[in-house]
């Protein structure tokens, strides 16, 4: 059955996507195929310290400007146990001293905790480090509040990058904000900006907190202190409009509550990223998302007809008026993907579509990823408009040899024969998802299955696409699961053109894996595969465009002592690579910390001087998202 994209899900744990099931959670075909390729017994693994163990920088708030937070989300003041926060009446900081979260040590390239309190030891402790109050409970605190406490300070200390999670999980994040401040109603934003701006507090917007870049790390750049703006409380369905087919939400929905409150009215969305279940929509404009579905429904940057944004120096209204403008350019696609860094979304309005109930799924084995990719192009280019599915999802060799040997079962071992005979012993599969609301979607696939088999496809029946369907959203978990096994685990992204998208697949792939190999190179092939035997770094497509596709990793290999210099390793090499082939840095997941550095390779300086004076005119004095985007924090 395919997941339920209205299903609601227990808040991610501060250090991970999902609470931690008794059985662990991994199934016997993963572990089975981590022991084929680690060639041993996996460790038993390390679970994530408990909350009251982790060591957040003591808060740096003024009182005044507790206060003046207060007062604009109309909370009493103090509304929660603020432990170790400035007394009433202690005066203003005057420079960046005071915090432990000194801007040198959250660098992107040094990413260490250098503060007070950044060490993992009991022992170690600084005096005064924050610690949860006696009897403050853990439960978030209420809309229209301004917290301080231990633990919701350390639930938006990071989002869910694996070096996140791997610094959440043992005690140590990289700083945290100095206050969690969660508006009651969007009317509260521009009294809160005014009160950052007013006592220099820098602030993060922070929505589902899925970030895999760094965007919702806890900076506070120029600015005396930081707060996380958590905007999760702010989930009106405003209106909808059936005509016209859009609706406009409050930016802190989250996926699920999003798409029950279109199914209850008959229509979808249709976006639906791997995080769906965690993240906002207004997460998802602030950082030009794609969901899984896009090469059907188009990314959010498609979906979006209206939003607004609340900016230091006033709000912004940007679209709504008709279909299309040739009034100047599209300001909205500024704001698209601004990662929070010109002000914060309050309201999106989107293109809603009448929701599926119908779907054909098709699966199609090809000889390689280059030869997949070839019958994926010309489905795009010569295909009739629908026949491109919704879903469209193309497997490298070793991303297909690793979801087959999962399987254990009769009905693989029949389908490696079948593929066999038909020359194909290293195969990339493609899944196909057609979505719709009437018979047409089997018509819509049946013309899909003659371009792809015209160009090599041996069609392999609908079950892989199907299976994909039922678990889209198990993968995230099973990350935490297999952090807790010492097993490495990290995804990156990028596109290219068709042209260049077999050479850049590769020339990827080939980077990652030198680099994680780079600590075991005698490491001996995989027999199946010939990959590295020591590393699993498997590809997909799964954005598919007229002019070229994107290219996801997922790299696996046992975590070393330093897990946090095996990434950075990695990602070096694969970044080194992506610039060398001319990819985009980031096709879906954003600029953050993460990828600051390469923004110029991508837009040139001209470009990141526009940005910059963008930046000047709505947030002069750099409240907005330090270090974010630019990097530069308040230049
Ligand atoms: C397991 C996993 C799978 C993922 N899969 C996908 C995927 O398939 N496709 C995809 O596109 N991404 C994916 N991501 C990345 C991430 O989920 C997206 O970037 C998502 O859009 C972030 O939404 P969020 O609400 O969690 O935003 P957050 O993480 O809270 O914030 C992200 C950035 O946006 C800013 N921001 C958030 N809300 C606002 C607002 N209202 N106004 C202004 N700025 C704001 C933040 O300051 C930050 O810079 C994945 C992440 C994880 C952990």
């Not at 480090?129 to 406490?149: E, L, T, Y």
Request: aromatic share 4%.
């Amino acid at each position: 059955m395919a997941a339920d994209v209205t299903e609601t899900v227990p808040e991610a744990p501060w250090w991970g996507w999902a609470p931690q099931r008794p059985d662990g959670g991994v199934p016997e075909g993963i572990r089975r195929v981590l022991r084929e390729r680690f060639g041993a017994e996996l460790p038993a693994g390390t679970p994530p310290v408990a909350a009251a163990d982790a060591v957040l920088p003591e808060p740096v708030l003024s009182a005044a400007a507790r206060a003046a937070l207060a007062a604009a989300v109309g909370a009493p003041e103090p509304s929660v146990p603020e432990p170790g926060a400035p007394e009433p009446g202690a005066p203003e900081p005057s420079g960046l001293e005071p915090s432990g979260l000194e801007p040198s040590g959250l660098e992107p390239s040094g990413l260490e905790p250098s503060g007070p309190g950044s060490s993992v030891p009991e022992s170690s402790k600084p005096a005064g480090a924050s610690a949860p109050p006696a009897g403050a409970g853990n439960a978030p605190a209420p809309r229209g509040s301004v917290s301080q406490r231990h633990e919701d300070r350390l639930r938006h200390a990071a989002g869910k990058h694996t070096p996140d999670l791997i610094r959440q999980r043992a005690g140590r994040p990289i700083g945290a904000p100095d206050a969690v401040v969660r508006p009651a109603s969007t009317a509260a934003i521009p009294a809160v900006l005014a009160a950052c701006v007013q006592h220099r507090v820098a602030v993060v917007p922070f929505g589902g907190g899925t970030s895999v870049v760094g965007g919702v790390a806890p900076l506070r750049g120029a600015q005396h202190a930081v707060i996380a703006l958590d905007l999760t409380g702010l989930t009106a369905l405003r209106s909808l409009d059936e005509t016209d087919r859009t609706a406009t939400f409050e930016a802190g929905i989250r996926g699920p509550a999003l798409e029950a409150a279109l199914a209850a009215r008959g229509f979808t969305l249709g976006h639906l990223p791997q995080s769906h279940q965690q993240a906002t929509l207004g997460g998802y404009a602030a950082t030009r998302s794609a969901g899984q579905a896009s090469t059907g429904y188009g990314a959010i940057a498609d979906l979006i007809t209206g939003i607004r944004i609340e900016t230091p120096s006033g709000p912004l209204e940007l679209g709504g008026r008709g279909p299309a403008s040739a009034a100047g350019p599209d300001l909205r696609q500024l704001v698209i993907g601004s990662e929070g860094t010109l002000g914060v979304i309050t309201e999106v309005t989107v293109a809603i579509r009448p929701r599926p109930t119908q779907k054909a799924y098709g699966s199609w084995a090809f000889p390689s990823f280059a030869a997949g990719a070839e019958a994926v192009r010309a489905l795009a280019q010569h295909g009739s408009p629908g026949d491109l599915p919704e879903v469209c999802r193309l497997s490298d060799e070793e991303e297909t040899a690793l979801t087959l040997a999962q399987s254990a079962g009769t009905g693989t071992a029949l389908l490696r024969r079948w593929l066999g005979v038909r020359g194909i012993h290293t195969p990339a599969l493609l899944l196909g998802v057609w979505e719709g609301t009437d018979a047409r979607v089997r018509g819509r696939r049946g013309r899909a299955a003659k371009i792809l088999r015209r160009h090599g496809g041996v069609p392999t029946t609908g079950i892989p696409a199907a299976a994909w369907d039922t678990g889209r959203f198990g993968a995230p978990r099973l990350r935490d699961e297999l952090l807790t096994l010492g097993v490495f685990v990290d995804t990156l992204e990028t596109a290219a053109p068709w042209s260049r998208l077999d050479a850049t697949h590769r020339a990827i792939a080939e980077a990652i894996r030198g680099a994680l190999l780079a600590e075991d190179p005698g490491a001996a092939p995989h027999p199946a595969t010939s990959a590295p035997r020591a590393t699993a770094v498997q590809g997909h497509v799964s954005h598919v465009y007229r002019d070229g596709a994107s290219l996801y990793f997922t790299f696996i290999a046992p975590a070393e002592a330093d897990p946090i210099a095996q990434y950075e390793r990695v990602k070096r090499a694969a970044n080194a690579a992506i610039l060398a082939q001319g990819a985009t840095i980031t096709h879906h997941h954003a600029v953050g910390t993460e990828h600051a550095a390469m923004l110029g390779d991508e837009i040139g300086p001209l470009g990141v001087r526009v940005l910059r004076a963008v930046r000047a005119e709505v947030d002069p004095t750099g409240i907005m998202n330090p270090g974010k985007l630019l990097g530069d924090g308040n230049a």
